[in-house]
């Protein structure tokens, strides 16, 4: 498979060049073509490491044509031409996404990601210093700003949130690339009070709509990806496309009149904007956000967060909730530990000072044994019965008295059940719902 896509890519090189074009022209074309077919995403998996090693080569090569003293005797004009190239780029590749809706803060850093000079600007560079059409000057002043822009890109893709905020705090983005505002969304605002707004329809939305829809609690969803919309509404679902750090988009989806705001993305600016934007349109609306890091819960809580809930420290939990119930801790204990460290905002799991943990009770370590408290009702078949299979039962302090008959209570007795993990389940079962594991009440 490796020496048909090299081969692929050399012969329609060395086509085009036949052609009379350029092997770079035919390097590119020949890229198109098995990037767009079926067989794309292996053969990007498996040039990847030469793509590597390729293009530590190309910045080798194009460092070592660069004259150093160029740039430094024409720094002004090189800087200038700097910002004129990216802010002209910047601008001009941010009209598309604006003019297909998207927010003027993601038409910027979409703009910004691609405001660098290409790498094909090189090759075409070179052939005109070949064909005589740029003077040696202008090609080295060119090769220094190119190389300028691909320096400074990196830094601005990792700053640019945080500029956006600052410059939006002066010149509102979306005044200055207000986009289209989605038909569909016009009319939801006076359709549905008291409901439920998800951010973001990934696994989490979707779940999370799936359990809504199971109990009938109305809810909308929010997503900026056009294809995931289409896909939601073919399956029925209330999606909207709509980019929800928007204040009108959020009060087009009436934020203003919802219960809950579920956050369900993991964009940490997007995040912190709905926040901040959905706290300022409705003070009393409970909103949960998701975030991959617990240093986020600080300032999301700060802007008006009512849960965060981090991804890092939910699956330390659950782990450590697997561990305790392997060595036979109630269930119970393990959901009051579980909700101690919520509560405590996890800082039972942070490093540095930590609130003790403790358990309410000393259990030792019982191999291939279970702990569970079962809790039954009035009205249940096991009750003012005799067990009649052999098991570990202790009667709760509530409900002291003999534990072989299993007694009933005002809000129904509750059990302490030792066995082994694979009856446990039938018995809770029987006791709740069958009398098969105990005998008839015993005679009078």
């Known amino acids: 498979f490796l020496i048909?896509?090299?081969?692929?890519?050399?012969?329609?090189?060395?086509?085009t060049a036949a052609a009379g074009a350029s092997l770079a022209l035919g390097a590119f074309l020949a890229g198109l073509i098995i990037s767009e077919s079926d067989y794309g995403p292996q053969a990007l998996a498996e040039l990847m490491p030469f793509r590597d090693i390729f293009i530590s080569l190309f910045f080798v090569a194009v460092g070592m044509l660069v004259q150093l003293d160029v740039i430094r005797d024409h720094i002004v004009l090189t800087l200038i031409a700097v910002a004129v190239i990216m802010g002209g780029k910047t601008l001009s590749a941010a009209v598309g996404p604006a003019l297909l809706g998207y927010s003027g803060r993601v038409a910027l850093l979409a703009g910004v990601a691609v405001s660098q000079i290409g790498e094909f600007s090189f090759v075409l560079a070179k052939e005109g210093r070949v064909a005589g059409l740029l003077p040696n000057l202008l090609y080295q002043q060119f090769l220094g700003v190119a190389v300028m822009t691909m320096l400074v890109t990196p830094f601005l893709?990792?700053?640019?949130?945080?500029?956006?905020?600052?410059?939006?705090?002066?010149?509102?983005l979306d005044r200055l690339l207000p986009g289209f505002r989605p038909r569909d969304l016009s009319p939801v605002h006076e359709q549905v009070k008291d409901h439920v707004v998800i951010a973001g329809y990934g696994l989490n939305g979707r779940n999370l709509a799936a359990a809504l829809r199971s109990i009938s609690a109305p809810y909308l969803i929010v997503e900026l990806n056009a294809q995931t919309v289409r896909m939601a509404r073919t399956e029925g679902e209330p999606a909207f496309y709509g980019d929800a750090t928007r204040d009108e988009i959020l009060r087009a989806l009436g934020i203003d009149r919802a219960r809950l705001f579920v956050i369900a993305i993991s964009d940490?600016?997007?995040?912190?904007?709905?926040?901040?934007?959905?706290?300022?349109?409705?003070?009393?609306?409970?909103?949960?956000?998701?975030?991959?890091?617990?240093?986020?819960?600080?300032?999301l809580t700060h802007l008006g967060a009512n849960v965060v809930i981090p991804e890092e420290f939910e699956?330390?939990?659950?782990?450590?909730?697997r561990v305790l119930a392997h060595y036979n801790v109630p269930r119970d204990e393990i959901e009051r530990l579980v909700g101690e460290i919520r509560a405590w905002h996890y800082q039972a799991l942070r490093p540095g000072t930590r609130p003790r943990l403790t358990l309410r009770g000393t259990l030792g370590?019982?191999?291939?044994?279970?702990?569970?408290?079962?809790?039954?009702?009035?009205?249940?078949?096991?009750?003012?019965?005799?067990?009649?299979?052999?098991?570990?039962?202790?009667?709760?302090?509530?409900?002291s008295r003999n534990p072989n008959s299993i007694p009933t209570g005002q809000e129904g007795p509750c059990l302490v059940v030792r066995s082994s993990s694979r009856s446990l389940y039938s018995r809770r079962l029987s006791w709740q719902h069958a009398p098969q594991l105990c005998t008839a009440p015993p005679s009078k």
Do not use: C, W
């Not at 990792?158 to 509102?172: F, R, T």
């Not at 600016?269 to 409970?286: D, F, G, L, S, W």
């Not at 699956?315 to 909730?321: M, R, Y």
């Open 268 to 299: 940490p600016a997007a995040t912190r904007r709905m926040v901040r934007v959905a706290r300022e349109i409705n003070p009393k609306v409970y909103i949960i956000a998701r975030t991959r890091y617990v240093i986020e819960i600080p300032e």
């Open 157 to 172: 893709l990792q700053g640019g949130p945080a500029i956006l905020d600052a410059l939006e705090k002066v010149v509102p």
């Open 4 to 15: 048909a896509v090299i081969l692929i890519g050399t012969l329609t090189a060395l086509g």
């Open 315 to 321: 699956t330390s939990i659950e782990i450590f909730s």
């Open 365 to 399: 370590a019982m191999p291939q044994m279970h702990i569970e408290r079962i809790i039954l009702g009035a009205n249940a078949p096991a009750v003012d019965r005799t067990i009649d299979r052999p098991a570990d039962v202790g009667a709760s302090p509530r409900n």
